[in-house]
């Protein structure tokens, strides 16, 4: 295929600007889809208001005066002849457009009129005419140096000339079903569309091309794992098992024992597990995840066992240490913050077998680490990673069996696609004893009311988060702050009461001092950001304030709620918010996790279900699941026909879906 650099207008400089916003190939730039369209629409000189927006075509009449000023300013006059009458056009800083203004030159006029004057004050001037009517623009997400009139002229180039060369990714049988215009027609209309109709038309065959070439993807990972045997064959021993889960202080709910039943039956059977296990927050998905690890372990293989934070690997290490207290087995902890020498020491213990359990971050899967016999991944909050950091741990092992865990209960939509080539085990049960969280909306104004709520919780010896959106002050924001609210804390009970804040940007020795001192009710109140959102597990508190709880979504909300609620005492969550509390009252209602991502959902996208970082995985061009769900749904039934459908096998299509996916 031509490269990006051989397109026609695309120099050097160009192309570093191209490669910054993520065009790196002439594929890249023609699906390089407008963001939004303007609709230029002409208007009639009599209908617009003095000092109205006016959008009008028509000829140069006389030429134009251009006249500077100092310090680089400039301005230009000319007279314009429309289909509504002639109109005086001035424009400022556009004197490089006078060669261009020849008279007798058709343009388009954008800026406010004057009445009086019969002037329009232009903001911009194109070439051209409004066809018809109107003109539909697309306008481009661009960078410094390189503008949307750069883009469309460089993808029309690339259209012009190399057209034929883009791959279409729809079958023809499909092409032909839904009777779709073929790909270089769909990219030129979507690019340089003549009417809103067409403009639909083509938008709904390109979201259908882009969801089909992914579910292929997914159809054909999910067949691969099924049929490919190539699993670690195991031998589990229930019995030694099923006492260990018998000796534990409580009992595992109906769920729990599914899932365990579950991994168990992947596990050993010679197809790979490839398995998410969800389950709302305090669900008790950790322990299920422990009790594969031990399994893993009786059956002689290592378990990698990988969190999104410190705070949450350290949990979970101290909680494993303790769960197999009885057990003589080597476990350890590996984060961004072990020493230099402990690091060594335990890459050579992985690497030579003597580890059979390790816990961390994200140093789990760096360069370095070498496992002997890696047998089990698993991944907490797994919505936290990348797919391609996903991928570089399972590459680790030979073949290891790899189970996600996430707390944040996913939307139908979002398990088709992103889990779609996983299975599922479900927690929807909860632990015997625990109660509903009493959820209150609070206003600003209502403080004294949340500081008092506060007090009676401290005072029967429980402890308290209170969460803010921010760290410390800015100039540009009113938000509540953790630095702040400390004070504020500190002013109200710092009498009584030890008050400490923990945040992202603190080392990571000193947040696990924080935490282990909360853990221990050294600290009373904790006042954070959302970095105790996932997973923390301190029993004893049983009160959480969100302050401007309307920035946050409501997963994220609902995920730091599970935060209390966890021992056997009534808990309580406080959200304070002057505004949005439309949304902020479903929390009031709602303690399904399910339900609330539901409604987040519908509500914001899936922004908040998989953070910033994350959405890349689910970066689409063109479509949008949420929106999209029933083209989706029509592309996961077409290219799971297809992927089966032996008689394509020799598809010249197929075999390059198939290519592209085990290249990686
Ligand atoms: P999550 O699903 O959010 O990860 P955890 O695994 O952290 O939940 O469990 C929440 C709490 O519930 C922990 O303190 C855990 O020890 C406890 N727990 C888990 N399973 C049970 C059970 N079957 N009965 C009672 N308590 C349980
Ligand atoms: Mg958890």
């Not at 066809?131 to 623009?137: D, G, L, R, T, V």
């Not at 034929?164 to 690019?191: G, Q, R």
């Not at 749904?633 to 085990?662: G, H, M, P």
């Amino acid at each position: 295929m031509t490269e990006l650099k051989d397109v026609k207008g695309v120099g050097p400089k160009s192309l570093s600007l191209l490669n910054k916003i993520g065009i790196y190939t002439l594929e890249d730039l023609v699906t390089h889809y407008p963001f939004r369209y303007d609709v230029l629409e002409r208007n009639n000189l009599a209908e617009v208001e003095d000092g109205g927006k006016i959008i009008i075509d028509g000829k140069v009449e006389s030429m134009p005066i251009l006249m500077r000023f100092k310090a680089g300013l400039n301005k230009m006059n000319f007279r314009l002849v429309t289909q509504s009458g002639v109109v005086g056009v001035s424009i400022f800083n556009r004197a490089f457009l006078k060669t261009q203004l020849v008279v007798g030159t058709s343009v388009i006029v954008i800026g406010k009129l004057d009445k009086a004057k019969n002037v329009i004050t232009a903001s911009d001037i194109k070439m051209g005419s409004l066809m018809s009517k109107a003109k539909i623009e697309p306008v481009y997400h661009c960078t410094s140096g390189l503008t949307t009139k750069n883009l469309s002229t460089y993808i029309n180039m690339a259209l012009l000339m190399h057209g034929k060369e883009i791959l279409d990714y729809i079958p023809s049988v499909y092409l032909e079903k839904y009777n779709f215009v073929n790909k270089k027609t769909a990219l030129n209309i979507i690019h340089n569309p003549s009417t809103v109709e067409k403009l639909k038309e083509v938008t709904v065959r390109l979201k259908y091309e882009e969801l089909f070439a992914f579910m292929f993807k997914i159809n054909y990972l999910k067949l691969q794992n099924k049929k490919k045997n190539n699993g670690l064959v195991r031998q589990i021993d229930r019995e030694k098992l099923d006492h260990f889960i018998n000796s534990l202080p409580y009992k595992l709910t109906n769920d729990q024992l599914t899932a365990v039943k579950e991994i168990i039956e992947d596990m050993s059977s010679n197809n790979r597990m490839n398995r998410l296990l969800q389950g709302d927050v305090g669900s008790g998905k950790t322990i299920v995840s422990f009790i594969a690890m031990l399994a893993n372990h009786f059956s002689g293989y290592q378990s990698a066992l990988m969190a999104p934070t410190e705070i949450l690997a350290v949990q979970h290490y101290n909680n494993l240490k303790k769960f197999l207290a009885n057990i003589d087995i080597n476990v350890q902890l590996l984060t961004g913050s072990t020493t230099k020498k402990d690091k060594q020491h335990i890459y050579k213990g992985l690497k030579d077998g003597s580890i059979s359990m390790i816990v961390g971050t994200h140093a789990l899967i760096q360069e370095e680490v070498e496992y002997c016999n890696l047998g089990l991944v698993i991944t907490d909050e797994q919505h936290r990673f990348g797919v391609h950091q996903r991928a570089n741990l399972q590459n680790k092992g030979v073949r290891p069996d790899v189970l996600y865990m996430s707390a944040t209960p996913i939307p139908r939509t979002y398990a088709l696609t992103i889990f779609g080539d996983m299975d599922v085990s479900t927690i929807k049960e909860r632990p015997a004893g625990r109660q509903k969280i009493d959820t209150f909306v609070k206003k600003n104004s209502e403080i004294k009311d949340v500081l008092e709520m506060m007090y009676e919780e401290l005072k029967k010896k429980h402890q308290v988060y209170v969460i803010a959106p921010l760290i410390e002050d800015s100039e540009h924001s009113e938000l509540a702050t953790v630095c702040n609210l400390k004070d504020q804390m500190k002013l109200a009970f710092g009498e009584y009461y030890k008050i400490d804040i923990v945040h992202g940007k603190m080392a990571s020795g000193a947040k696990d001092v924080i935490m282990e001192q909360f853990k221990n009710n050294e600290i009373q109140i904790l006042i954070s950001t959302t970095v105790v959102e996932v997973g923390v597990d301190v029993p004893n508190a049983t009160t959480i304030v969100i302050f401007d709880a309307d920035r946050f979504g409501l997963s994220t909300l609902h995920q730091l709620r599970g935060r209390v609620g966890r021992g056997d005492s009534k808990s309580m969550c406080i959200l304070i918010s002057d505004s949005d509390a439309e949304r902020l009252k479903i929390m009031e209602k709602e303690d399904d996790g399910f339900v609330i991502s539901e409604e987040d959902f519908k509500l914001r996208g899936h922004g908040d279900l998989f953070g910033t970082k994350q959405s890349g995985d689910m970066s689409f061009k063109i479509a949008n699941i949420r929106q999209d769900y029933k083209i989706l749904l029509q592309a996961k039934k077409d290219s799971k026909e297809y992927l089966l459908d032996k008689e394509s096998d020799n598809d010249e299509l197929k075999k390059i879906l198939i290519s592209t996916i085990e290249e990686g």
